[in-house]
């Protein structure tokens, strides 16, 4: 990998988002608009909103960030873009560090938009501190990036990066712990959420609703999460190709 390689990815790929605004908006929006809504939906019993908004808060993030990366780095590939710059003294690993970055930054805003909308409009009522949330919910937007840059390898076209969607995200979704408590789960589902890393991403929010200060918990959680986004933006350097055949 080279730096000045990886910024210059990641500076060509904030270019093309400018002028993208519809993106841009799906992005930084959508997570705002659907835990604004939660919000309002659980108008009547606001300890329900508080007892799953700080959950879904890194949910949200990682589902938008996942959505679009895959579709934005699979429509490199199908429309030559990959092939030219591969062709160039540009390594695998330079390229999706460069996306990592780009959308690793718009993942910040997107976290702080979402977590202060949370805490200080919608009234969040966490006992730990917010910084903690927006920590979790940036390394949720991460592994969403990883997870889209992953999966865009194996899909021919924009139609089977979104059908990836049911097949990565909504099992997580189910066995993350957001329904009912991973511990009451079948001995087989349990083992399967263990692996999961939507499954750390929820415990961590869990700790920061719960505890006022971090505990051993929270932060083994947190090094979960980074993992697994480092673990999958290695695979997806290693699995990415050239054009879509």
């Given at each position: 990998?080279?730096t000045?390689?990886?910024?210059?990815?990641a500076?060509?790929?904030?270019?093309?988002l400018?002028h993208?605004?519809r993106?841009?908006?799906?992005?930084?929006?959508?997570?705002?608009?659907?835990?604004?809504?939660?919000?309002?939906?659980?108008?009547?019993?606001?300890?329900?909103?508080?007892s799953?908004?700080?959950?879904?808060?890194?949910i949200?993030p990682?589902i938008?960030?996942?959505?679009?990366?895959?579709?934005?780095?699979l429509?490199?590939?199908?429309?030559?873009?990959?092939e030219?710059?591969?062709?160039?003294?540009?390594?695998?690993?330079?390229l999706?560090?460069?996306?990592a970055l780009?959308?690793?930054?718009?993942?910040?805003?997107?976290s702080?938009l979402?977590?202060?909308l949370?805490v200080?409009?919608?009234g969040?009522?966490?006992?730990?501190?917010?910084?903690?949330?927006?920590?979790?919910a940036?390394?949720?937007?991460?592994?969403?990036?990883?997870?889209?840059?992953?999966?865009?390898?194996?899909?021919?076209?924009?139609?089977?990066?979104?059908?990836?969607m049911?097949?990565?995200i909504?099992?997580q979704?189910l066995?993350c712990?957001?329904?009912?408590?991973?511990d009451?789960?079948?001995?087989?589902?349990?083992?399967v959420s263990n692996v999961?890393?939507m499954?750390?991403?929820?415990d961590?929010?869990t700790?920061?609703?719960s505890h006022p200060?971090p505990?051993?918990a929270?932060?083994?959680d947190?090094?979960?999460?980074?993992?697994?986004?480092?673990l999958v933006?290695?695979?997806?350097?290693a699995t990415?190709?050239r054009?879509?055949?």
């Open positions: 990998m080279n000045s390689r990886t910024l210059a990815t500076a060509r790929v904030l270019r093309q400018r993208d605004p993106t841009i908006a799906l992005m930084l929006l959508v997570p705002v608009l659907m835990i604004t809504l939660l919000r309002y939906v659980f108008d009547a019993s606001p300890r329900t909103f508080d799953t908004g700080a959950s879904l808060l890194g949200f990682l938008t960030m996942f959505l679009v990366t895959s579709i934005a780095t429509r490199e590939r199908t429309s030559g873009t990959l030219r710059l591969l062709a160039m003294p540009l390594g695998k690993g330079d999706i560090a460069g996306y780009a959308f690793g930054l718009l993942a910040v805003v997107q702080a979402a977590t202060s949370s200080w409009f919608l969040l009522d966490v006992l730990g501190s917010p910084w903690l949330l927006l920590l979790v940036l390394l949720d937007a991460l592994l969403g990036t990883a997870l889209g840059l992953f999966v865009s390898a194996f899909a021919a076209s924009e139609f089977q990066a979104v059908q990836f049911p097949a990565v909504f099992p979704l066995l712990g957001l329904l009912t408590a991973r009451t789960m079948q001995p087989a589902l349990r083992a999961l890393p499954s750390y991403a929820v961590a929010m700790q920061v609703q200060n505990t051993t929270f932060v083994q947190v090094l979960i999460v980074g993992g697994c986004a480092l933006l290695v695979l997806g350097a990415l190709r054009r879509t055949t």
